[in-house]
């Protein structure tokens, strides 16, 4: 008897089914969303991407929409039939799974395995498991960008020239738009669906469903992912870590969303940038700064994930505790004075994107200076992003983020004060705030809110030799106390 194959909502490539004959099953369950407030651009879709590939799939598949969970639909589906399942993407749903007497097949949608990540892990000897020796591996074993055993450009890491600040005096980076996709009726059914279960107090959303702005299909994904490479991609390089408010697409590719449910696979998104790169259409800067993103970044986050055990979105290694205002985790950008973060939360209230900078220096940033609870902090970039899921964002904000793992993932806190976001965006000129400020109405929240976190956890800290000079520098503040004084006074009031 064939094996019927339960595809979760973000297994919705060719490459989950490639090798099966028998029938599918998907299953759309509105308990999901009804659980926790999801961003609504978010559900819209996921929900847009399922019934897509349910079409695609005709009568090869099943498509069941319940009001309740998983496990009733796929068992009195599955009856006799051996249910098996593409590894999950999550220990939740590897717990499912596994209850359920399924069949785990290996995972699928990265391109490094989960034993070969383990020998690596294993073979350091105690090293640190550092990004950079993972990448080359990865580089090597796939043979990407190499020039015969060496990397390609003679180096293999060109992160050096992709730092530069936006360019003056100007609004945007003058490269064209990004792909958009076209909405059609299956989309115009599942805003019509979200409408009525709002109204009828089933959901609630953060966040606004405007036009669909990631692909939902396997060719709308290819044809994003085309468009990128031959229009976007030469430039994508040097500015790939500034930020720009009349511009918040710039040169990034917007992959992550249609990687992330399973329409695209990482090592063809790589082999088309190489393409670009041996074809002299776009430069190694750019080529090597995206296939590092893809190949190294996303992969290596993944195999943390699973290396670190789930205990490890509980880690909270600075006991930050604080809770969430309730400003920041409804995105509303009105709430707050500083430039930086009412823009980037307006970007994530429309989009349910910004790019990686946004993310970690602006967002991630102020969370981690104002003390908040990192399991809540994970919590809602997996919810208010349309890219995040469980195993993106636990390693991603507890390691590198929040610095909640006490330094396991990142060597460092990733925190600033102003003058880096006045270096490395646009926002600044625009600012009530004066970044160059620590105390005083208009100190900047960040700057006075870096040296705040450092403060607060200078013992915990004092250990790291890369943090050395700034704790030196607390020594030299003489209005030390009085910013410490009007921080606390501040609390999780919006800046």
Partial sequence: MAALRWLFGDQLGPHFIDDHRGPVLLVESRAVLARRQFHRAKAHLVLSAMRHRARELGDKATYVRTDGGYADVVRSHAGDQPLEVVHPTSYAALGLVERLGASVLEPRGFA???????????????????????????????????????????????????????????????????????????????????????????????????PRRFPATRRQALAALDHFVEHRLPHFGAHEDAVMEGDPWMAHSLVSAPLNLGLLEPLEVVRRAEEAYLAGDAP??????????????????????????????????????????????????????????????????????????????????????????????????????????????????????????????????????????????????????????????????????YWWFLSRNRSELSGNHRMGRALQGLDRLSDLDELVAQEEKRGNRAP
């Fill in 112 to 210: 490094t395995s989960r034993d070969d990540f383990t020998r690596w892990a294993e073979g350091r000897g105690g090293k640190r498991l550092l990004m950079e020796d993972f990448y080359r591996r990865a580089r090597q074993a796939h043979e990407v960008l190499l020039d015969g055993t060496g990397p390609a450009g003679g180096r293999w890491n060109f992160d050096h020239e992709n730092r530069e600040p936006p360019p003056r005096d100007a609004d945007t980076l003058g490269v064209p738009e990004p792909w958009w996709p076209e909405e059609d009726e299956v989309d115009e059914e599942v805003r019509d669906d979200l409408d009525r279960w709002e109204r009828d107090g089933h959901v609630s959303f953060i966040g606004r469903d405007g």
């Fill in 284 to 449: 190694i800067a750019s080529v090597e700064g995206f296939v590092r993103q893809v190949l190294g970044w996303r992969d290596y986050v993944w195999h943390l994930y699973w290396h670190f055990g789930d205990s490890y979105r509980r880690r909270n290694a600075l006991s930050a505790t604080e809770r969430l205002p309730r400003w920041f985790a409804t995105l509303d950008g009105s709430a707050t004075d500083a430039r930086c973060l009412s823009h980037t939360l307006d970007q994530v209230a429309t989009y349910g994107w910004v790019h990686h900078i946004p993310r970690l220096m602006v967002l991630g940033s102020y969370a981690m200076q104002r003390g908040w609870s990192p399991t809540q902090v994970t919590d809602w970039f997996h919810r208010a992003f349309v890219d995040g899921y469980d195993w993106v964002m636990v390693p991603n904000v507890v390691g590198m983020s929040q610095h909640a793992d006490g330094g396991e993932m990142a060597t460092k806190p990733y925190t600033s004060g102003g003058a880096y976001l006045s270096k490395m965006t646009d926002h600044c000129g625009s600012c009530r705030f004066d970044r160059r400020k620590r105390v005083g109405e208009d100190a900047c929240p960040f700057t006075a809110g």
